[in-house]
């Protein structure tokens, strides 16, 4: 979801850009595979909201757990990492050859594709129907309601602290579903925020305002 206009009824700056990615993929599937091989207890990730269920997934038995706890854990620094890398260039896509190249395993960070935990290990020891049937329940459109204007989306309600965070330095802001407040400053232009504190509008002008006034974001209730 990108905010480019002018929304009707509210003061958005021209030239203001804010993208909201509610669909992180590479993330949501690293904290599926975490909650249904139940590994990774030690990381630093908060409840989930909704629960999934696991289906018929199960830790693979090609490799010990605690080598698949310690792979985890290095998809998941690698996954945070990659919002550092070089801004790219948003009139650049990546074409099918591109997507292809970085699908192969052990490929570095690319600033155009995020890192895929199935580019190393596949599918493997995950239930599919189950991933995308609790990331349809978590996502934007179990939430979505007929003729909801965009003026009722949660930046527009939270406008002016938008504004001061995307003045310094804000360009993303990127919903996980995690269980009530969450609220991190990523890099300078990321900002990550659990679903409960994006659509708060009191919360997430405080997770946006803290950003307006130079300030690190906590990580908020667990």
Known sequence: MKFWDPVPDNPWPQGMAIRVDDTPHHLTLLLFIRHAWDIAADADVPRLEPVPGAGTSRIPDSATPVEWEARWHRAWARAWDWYSVEEPDPTVHPTPAHLRLVSQPGHGLDPLVPPFWQADYG????????????????????????????????????????????????????????RGHFARRITARHLAVSAATRNEPAAYSRALHTIGSGQQPGTGER
């Open 123 to 178: 599918w493997a020891g995950i239930d599919a129907g189950a991933y995308n049937s609790w990331q349809w329940a978590s996502g934007p459109q179990a939430d979505a309601h007929p003729g909801r204007g965009a003026a009722e989306l949660p930046e527009p309600q939270s406008l002016p602290a938008l504004i001061a965070a995307w003045e310094n330095g804000l360009d993303t802001v990127i919903v996980l579903p995690y």
